[in-house]
Every structure is written in C-alpha cells, then in structure tokens.
Nanobody
Framework: QVQLVESGGGLVQAGGSLRLSCAHSGGTFSNYAMGWFRRAPEKEREFVAAISWRGSTTNYAESVKNRFTISRDNAKNTVYLQMNSLKPEDTAVYYC?????????????????WGQGTQVTVSS
C-alpha cells in the first residue's frame, strides 16, 4: 500500500519561500506521477503542480507559474515543491498525491493515493 507523508509546511511572511517534501513508500516511486494540490479555508481543493512518472513533464496551475517548482528525487523516493514569492492567497493545506504511470495531470480523480497534508500559512 502506497503511503505519502508531507512535510515542510509552516508560517512565512509574504514574499518568502518554503520547500515542501512528500516522502513515498510502499511502492516503486519512480513509476508514479506525483501531484500537489491545496485546499484553502472555505474553498474547494485545487491543483497546484504535477510531474510525470518519467519526470519529463511538469504541469502548473496558472496562479503558481514562475513562483513554484515541482521536482522529484527517485533515489530518495521524494517529490518536492519549492514555493517562492509566497502570497497570502497561497495559504492552504497542501497535499501530495500519486498516480501510477501518470502523465502529471491536473485532475484530482486520477490520483489514487493521497497524503494527510501540511499547513502553509502566509502572513501579509
């Protein structure tokens, strides 16, 4: 059974940076596309970024393009989300998700496995 554990969230001032990590276990990490989603208070869950299982394709929501970068380290079974130039509207619980042999799409329903989430709070 695949398990995902996020870490790296916290409180940061607007304009600051954070790096989220998601550790994958229970499966062959390199076979999974990995995605990051977020849910802000009183809002629906939304797509943030994804990377294909081969690592050759990345995909970003318009709201985070040129500020966030997704990457993966297959040797460490970990996917990262580097978040720069953070804004108060980035405040949310961030979740990572895994999709076997996925292309790194933005639809949440393709991701079978989900982590518990990590809180990111950006103060103004």
């Amino acid at each position: 059974q695949v398990q995902l554990v996020e870490s790296g969230g916290g409180l940061v001032q607007a304009g600051g940076s954070l790096r989220l990590s998601c550790a994958h276990s229970g499966g062959t990490f390199s076979n999974y596309a990995m995605g990051w989603f977020r849910r802000a208070p009183e809002k629906e869950r939304e797509f943030v970024a994804a990377i294909s299982w081969r690592g050759s394709t990345t995909n970003y929501a318009e709201s985070v393009k040129n500020r966030f970068t997704i990457s993966r380290d297959n040797a460490k079974n970990t996917v990262y989300l580097q978040m720069n130039s953070l804004k108060p509207e980035d405040t949310a619980v961030y979740y990572c998700a895994a999709d076997l042999y996925g292309s790194g799409g933005s639809a949440s329903y393709v991701y079978r496995y989900w982590g518990q989430g990590t809180q990111v709070t950006v103060s103004s």
